[in-house]
């Protein structure tokens, strides 16, 4: 099955960027999907399709992804930001969905 | 307004079924692109993907499952069916519904989920 890694947690300041890296063997080729899941709550889609944003994700949430990492970017983080972050794409080998480990984001 | 909800028993015993139903509204199953797919969530651990059933009837299942699982679906009453047999203490999780529109496609509309605990 197609593996996708992620760091198990980022931290960063009020006001930083914090970049979550998604690795997996060659994932450029594939559509990301990222997941922001904060406590007792179920997972909310932040980008989709690498990098576009459904209606009401605000502009500070962004995407890449290029050869073996995808990136989800968040800009000027707030404590609200505070969350697992789930990488997601559909393996068409095995025809399944594949999610990442998770990370875990710290607001400082 | 999409909304999906899981149901199903808080309670099953090692080597039972469990069958989850998702009731979900704003969409219809029997709409071209349409897909539900189940996902689940061990308390602490990561979202593992289960199955997933399309509008023109297309099943998917997760490789390290497919034998205990199966997925149909009501369109008449817009609902989704998962059974998973053989249950066992490390099936103890939440399982959520989720929504999605496109083959590789993100799961856009999600279930509140559902915890089931599997006792000995």
């Known amino acids: 099955s197609y593996v996708l890694t992620q760091a198990p947690s980022v931290s960063v300041a009020p006001g930083q960027t914090a970049r979550i890296p998604c690795g997996g063997n060659n994932i450029g080729g594939k559509s990301v999907h990222w997941y922001q899941q904060k406590p007792g709550q179920a997972p909310l889609l932040v980008v989709y399709d690498d990098r576009d944003r459904p209606s009401g994700i605000p502009e500070r949430f962004s995407g890449s992804n290029s050869e073996n990492t995808a990136t989800l970017t968040i800009s000027r983080v707030e404590a609200g930001d505070e969350a697992d972050y789930y990488c997601q794409v559909w393996d068409r080998s095995g025809d399944h969905a594949e999610f990442g480990g998770g990370t875990k984001l710290t607001v400082l | 307004q999409v909304t999906l909800k899981e149901s199903g028993p808080a309670l099953v015993k090692v080597t039972q079924t469990l069958t989850l139903t998702c009731t979900f509204s704003?969409?219809?199953?029997?709409?071209?692109?349409?897909?539900v797919s189940w996902i689940r969530q061990p308390p602490g651990k990561a979202l593992e993907w289960l199955a997933r059933?399309?509008?023109?009837?297309?099943?998917f299942f997760s490789t390290s499952l497919q034998t205990r699982l199966t997925i149909s679906k009501d369109t008449s009453k817009n609902q989704v069916v998962l059974t998973m047999t053989n249950m066992d203490p490390g099936d103890t999780a939440t399982y959520y519904c989720a929504r999605s529109t496109k083959h590789a496609g993100s799961f856009d509309y999600w279930g509140q989920g559902t915890l089931v605990t599997v006792s000995s």
């Open positions: 704003g969409f219809s199953l029997n709409t071209r692109g349409m897909r």
């Open positions: 059933i399309d509008w023109d009837d297309d099943e």
